[in-house]
């Protein structure tokens, strides 16, 4: 699967692409919002941007109000992510997940099996796609921890050589 021409505007209004914020690096996309209780997750994320940042990995996330769990501005996601988790990896502007209005990103990774076998809309915030740089993709549940096993070893086999 090639993301890489697929256009991103970050969390601070730039525009940029995909291929951009990865470059080259493998990359773990997730759903994010604010005030959902898995919001703890953030915590786990950040580890792994500074676990493996070094090993050609980024965190990107994608913050959305699909489930009516993000704040109202990219500025104060922004803060909030940065002043209780001390986010430091990507983020994109407020997208939406499902839809017809989905971000291009979201329509083509809602085509990738997950665990069960099933491809389909995104089914809460906090799901987790793991993507190597030669476009290989592995699907995560939001309720599979960001430090789970499974995800672990998915982020080790997308590193890049």
């Avoid at 601070?12 to 994010?32: M, P, S, W």
């Avoid at 939406?96 to 099933?118: E, M, R, S």
């Avoid at 799901?127 to 699907?139: A, Q, T």
């Amino acid at each position: 699967m090639d993301l890489s021409s697929i256009p991103v505007t970050t969390i601070r209004g730039e525009e940029t692409t995909f291929g951009a914020l990865t470059d080259g690096k493998a990359a773990l996309v997730v759903n994010v919002a604010s005030r959902c209780g898995l919001a703890p997750q953030y915590e786990q994320l950040e580890k792994l941007q500074k676990e493996y940042a070094d090993r050609g990995f980024t965190v990107i996330g994608f913050p959305s109000n699909q489930f009516l769990q993000e704040l109202g501005s990219e500025e104060k996601i922004a803060e909030y992510c940065s002043a209780t988790w001390g986010v430091t990896f990507p983020m994109s502007e407020k997208v939406k997940l499902n839809g017809k209005n989905a971000h291009p990103i979201y329509q083509q990774l809602t085509t990738v099996p997950g665990a069960d076998g099933k491809a389909g809309k995104i089914s809460w915030n906090f799901e987790k796609f793991v993507i190597s740089p030669d476009g290989r993709v592995w699907r995560f549940s939001p309720r599979t921890l960001p430090d789970a096993p499974e995800v672990i070893e998915a982020i080790e086999e997308a590193l890049p050589a």
